[in-house]
């Protein structure tokens, strides 16, 4: 039984950086695709990025390529997502999920992920 856990989020300014974890103090997140999605004001969830089990494969959504990178830090058995030149269009709730499914052909598909983190707010702002 997965049970996320979130850190990392917050208020910065247009082009600054932030830096969200996530991690499952029981379960080894490596056989797990793991992805991090976001809900912004009155839209639907989107994918942002994720990696797959085994880190075969990795998918970007296009509006942060580039600008942000999602990792596997093994030894503490977390996820992260390094978001760099930060916009206020980046303004959401930003959730990690697990699938149990590969990545297949670097193609992310939420309806896969079946365990979620808490969400982190991130709120980019002059």
């Known amino acids: 039984q997965l049970h996320l856990v979130q850190s990392g989020g917050g208020v910065v300014q247009p082009g600054e950086s932030l830096t969200l974890s996530c991690r499952d103090h029981?379960?080894?997140?490596?056989?797990?695709?793991m992805g991090w999605f976001r809900q912004g004001p009155g839209k639907e969830r989107e994918v942002v990025s994720c990696v797959g089990r085994g880190d075969d494969g990795i998918f970007y959504a296009d509006s942060v390529k580039g600008r942000f990178t999602i990792s596997r830090e093994k030894a503490l058995n977390q996820v992260s997502l390094r978001m760099n030149s930060l916009k206020p269009e980046d303004t959401a709730v930003y959730y990690c999920?697990?699938?149990?499914?590969?990545?297949?052909?670097?193609?992310?598909?939420?309806?896969?992920?079946?365990?979620w983190g808490q969400g982190a707010q991130v709120t980019v702002s002059a």
């Open positions: 029981a379960v080894t997140l490596g056989t797990y695709t």
């Open positions: 999920g697990a699938s149990p499914f590969a990545l297949l052909d670097s193609v992310c598909r939420g309806s896969d992920f079946q365990s």
